[in-house]
Structures are given as structure tokens and as C-alpha cells.
């Protein structure tokens, strides 16, 4: 046991990730925290360990090797330390820069409003990162689900989800809008709840910057700027604005407006350059629909990505194969986007896809893409070969059923 932690055992035969000059430093054998996850997180996280490992191992010969390190949060830090969410278990992550989580169970009542939300924010993880894309073969609603391929950028840290709210009748609210109705001549109802909205040029650059970095990194097309500013001028549209503002003063010579395309260019993008857009947000799950193909990388605030996010997974077939990560500037932590479906714990049948997907990002993440890929490529022709877990069975013609563990062994045999 490490006299640093508590409960934490670190492993001897692994090495901390660091950050040297602005970017990661990792090493053939990293330690990884991993928190395993409420209800159905004991059954994918297995699976996914043995995947990564294994795609980890061929893909370099076994000269790298994850040294996995548990770490506590929801019902098994309970019993351990007599909380949810230990500090120990926020400093090895802050510690050891990467980490893996399983889904956890919201408490009902007091406390947290949510371990989910609390992580994020104590972390400062500003950006939760959604790529969907689509698997041949996945049932899906759309006609063309194979067209859509987009990695939503969503700010994590404010909007709506600042927490900042009063409820109806209580002696703040009264206060709130006393204040605002004579302050500045309004006329609230004496009986409605107040929420608070704030946007920030901060929290805004810094989510925009890292959508249009990844666009340049990945060399992707364009990034959309998502927004309701016709309507929330200075919190939405001011999101629109400093977006823009951004994309000039900070990368002027790898981007482009769509403005300037049109009035400058004659409609044609200049060769390497990636556009910058924008949409309002309700045309924009039009177009996302409609349009599928044109759109590459979504920059949105918090509660436009939330909803964006499962309405993309939506249209390729779900929320079982959607991946997803909450970053800062330098802290990732990887996670499944569903919950912890109590109903099918421990019961070796859920899908593991969405863990093992956002695993993948992870290994992207470490500069280890070629592990990722070779996962990839083992869904791919697992879902082909039509062995899946129950959720896409029942959905699909001539499919046989597997359980978590043999659909990730499929995974495993498949790796090419
Ligand atoms: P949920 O756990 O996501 O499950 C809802 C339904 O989604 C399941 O019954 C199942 O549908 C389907 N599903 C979820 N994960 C799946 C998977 N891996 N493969 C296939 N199908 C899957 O949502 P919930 O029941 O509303 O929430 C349960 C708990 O999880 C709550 O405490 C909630 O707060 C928490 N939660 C945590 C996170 C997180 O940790 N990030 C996110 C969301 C919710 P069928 O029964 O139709 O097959």
C-alpha cells in the first residue's frame, strides 16, 4: 500500500503520466486509475480492461503494458471510507493525469447534486468530448446513419449546469426577483423558480480552442459553432461571438469563416484551411438529420451539447455504443455516457461498447492510437459477424445473442 494513500494501492511495476512542455509525457508502462463503476460498471469495466490490454499488447509487442490502478468512488468507496466521492480518489486523478471511470449512481437527495457533475467540476474538466460516428451493421433510424461522423465539443462547467438556482417560494427567490423586478423594471411572477445562466469569455475560448485544435490535429473540415443567440444574445450569442473571435485571433492562418468563404473566396474553402460556422441550435438538429455529412466537429455550450450529444448517438443506434471523456487542460478522464442500468448488473449481459469506445479515446488521447485502432477494427467485425449483446440482438435480423465477457473476446479475436 502507498503511505501516501489510504486505500489506494499503487502499482509497483508502473509510472505516473506527466506533462512537459504543454503536452503528455507517457510512458511504456503508465499507471491508470480506474473507478470501476456503479451497478453495471463491475461487468464492463472487466471487459474493457481485457480488451485495451490486449489490443495494447499486440498492437506494441508487448513493450507497453497499462498498469491499472483502482481507485474508489460511489457505492465501493461507501464501504471503504464511509463517503462517495473521497478526496484520495480526486488527487490520484489529478495525480495521475489519465483515468478510466464506470458509471455511478446518482444519490437521490442531499449531498451531491451528482458524483458525475461534482467530478467534473472539482477537476476542472471544462470540455465533455462525444464523438459518434457509425458501426456497419448497428441498428439505426436513419436511412443513412453511416454519413454522420462528428465529435461534439460541449462546455462542461456552466450554463445552466453552474448549479445556480432557487426553487419557487423560498426566502432567496423572493429576494431575486424583489431585486430584479425593481431593479430593473420587470414584472416576474411572484411564484416562478430562478435559474442563473452565466457564460464566460474564459470558459468559453477555452472550450472553443480545444474543438478547433482537435479539428487541426485530426484534420477535420470545419467546426460548427452551436448556439441559441438569436434568442440569449449576450450568454448564447456572446458564445457565438468570442467563438469567432477566437478562431481569428488564435489560429488566423489554419481557419477560415464561412463568411469569408462566401464573400472572399467565391463559395470555394481554400485549400487546408478548416471553416468556422455557426448554427442556432434548433435548425442545427435539423441539419444534423438532414445534412448529415456536412458537419465535422460541434463547439456548444453545456446544455445544447447535452442534448445534441444523445440526439447524434440517437441517430446511429444509441447510447450503448457512444463513447465519451471530460477533459481539462490536461486531465482526462474517459467514461461510459450511460448510467449504471441497475437492473442488469452482474449479470454478464449488458453491452460493454461505450466503455470499450471511450477506452479507445483514451488510448488516442496517450498518443497510442494504434491500440485504439485495432479495437476499433475488432467491433467492427463483431458487429458484422452479428454476435452481439442483447440490446443489439433483439434489434437485429439472424443476430446471435453473447454475453459482456465473449462479446469482448469477439472484440479480442478480431483485433486486426
Ligand atoms: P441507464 O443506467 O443509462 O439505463 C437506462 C437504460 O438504457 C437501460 O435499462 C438499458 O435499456 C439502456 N442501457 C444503458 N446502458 C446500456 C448498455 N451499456 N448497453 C445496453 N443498453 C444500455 O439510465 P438510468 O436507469 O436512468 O440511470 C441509472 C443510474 O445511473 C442513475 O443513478 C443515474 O443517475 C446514473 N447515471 C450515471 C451516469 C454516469 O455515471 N455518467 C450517466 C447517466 C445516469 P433497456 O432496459 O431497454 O435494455
Not at 452482474?346 to 492510437?369: C, E, F, R, T
Request: aromatic content about 8%; glycine content about 10%; overall charge positive.
Amino acid at each position: 500500500m502507498s503511505p501516501k494513500f489510504k486505500h489506494i494501492v499503487v502499482p509497483k511495476e508502473g509510472e505516473k503520466i506527466s506533462v512537459k512542455n504543454k503536452k503528455l509525457v507517457v510512458p511504456d508502462h503508465p499507471i491508470i486509475p480506474v473507478i470501476e463503476g456503479d451497478g453495471i460498471g463491475r461487468d464492463i469495466m472487466k471487459a474493457t480492461r481485457r480488451v485495451v490490454d490486449a489490443a495494447v499488447d499486440k498492437a506494441f509487442g508487448g513493450k507497453r503494458k497499462i498498469a491499472w490502478m483502482d481507485i474508489y468512488a460511489g457505492e465501493n468507496a461507501q464501504k471503504l471510507y464511509g463517503e462517495l466521492l473521497p478526496k484520495e480518489t480526486l488527487d490520484a486523478i489529478k495525480q495521475y493525469v489519465v483515468a478510466l471511470k464506470g458509471p455511478l449512481t446518482t444519490p437521490i437527495g442531499g449531498g451531491f447534486r451528482s458524483l458525475n457533475v461534482t467530478l467534473r467540476q472539482v477537476l476542472n474538466l471544462y470540455a465533455c468530448v462525444r464523438p459518434v460516428r457509425y458501426f456497419d451493421g448497428v441498428p439505426a433510424p436513419v436511412k443513412h446513419p453511416e454519413n454522420m461522423n462528428v465529435v461534439i465539443y460541449r462546455e462542461n462547467t456552466e450554463d445552466v449546469y453552474a448549479g445556480i438556482e432557487w426553487a419557487k417560494g423560498t426566502k432567496e427567490v423572493k429576494q431575486v426577483i424583489d431585486f430584479l423586478n425593481k431593479k430593473f423594471k420587470l414584472s416576474i411572477r411572484s411564484d416562478s423558480g430562478i435559474g442563473i445562466k452565466p457564460i464566460s469569455v474564459t470558459g468559453t475560448k477555452r472550450l472553443v480552442r480545444k474543438a478547433i485544435q482537435y479539428a487541426i490535429d485530426k484534420n477535420r473540415k470545419s467546426v460548427t459553432l452551436v448556439h441559441k443567440g438569436n434568442i440569449m444574445k449576450y450568454t448564447e450569442g456572446a458564445f457565438r461571438d468570442w467563438g469567432y473571435k477566437l478562431a481569428i485571433t488564435e489560429f488566423r492562418d489554419k481557419v477560415v469563416t464561412e463568411d469569408e468563404v462566401n464573400k472572399q473566396y467565391g463559395g470555394q474553402i481554400p485549400a487546408g484551411k478548416i471553416v468556422i460556422n455557426d448554427r442556432i441550435a434548433d435548425s442545427m438538429f435539423q441539419q444534423i438529420l438532414t445534412r448529415t455529412g456536412d458537419y465535422e466537429v460541434l463547439a456548444t455550450p453545456n446544455l445544447n451539447g447535452d442534448y445534441l450529444s444523445d440526439a447524434c448517438a440517437a441517430q446511429v443506434g444509441g447510447l450503448g455504443m457512444a463513447p465519451g471523456a471530460n477533459i481539462g487542460d490536461f486531465v482526462g478522464l474517459f467514461e461510459a455516457t450511460h448510467g449504471t442500468a441497475p437492473k442488469y448488473a452482474d449479470k454478464d449481459m449488458i453491452n460493454p461498447g461505450s466503455l470499450i469506445l471511450s477506452a479507445v479515446m483514451m488510448l488516442d488521447y496517450m498518443g497510442w492510437g494504434e491500440a485504439g485502432k485495432l479495437i476499433e477494427n475488432g467491433i467492427e467485425q463483431t458487429i458484422k459477424d452479428k454476435t452481439v449483446t442483447y440490446d443489439l440482438e433483439r434489434q437485429m435480423d439472424g443476430a446471435t445473442k453473447v454475453s459482456t465477457s465473449q462479446f469482448a473476446t469477439n472484440i479480442i479475436n478480431n483485433m486486426r
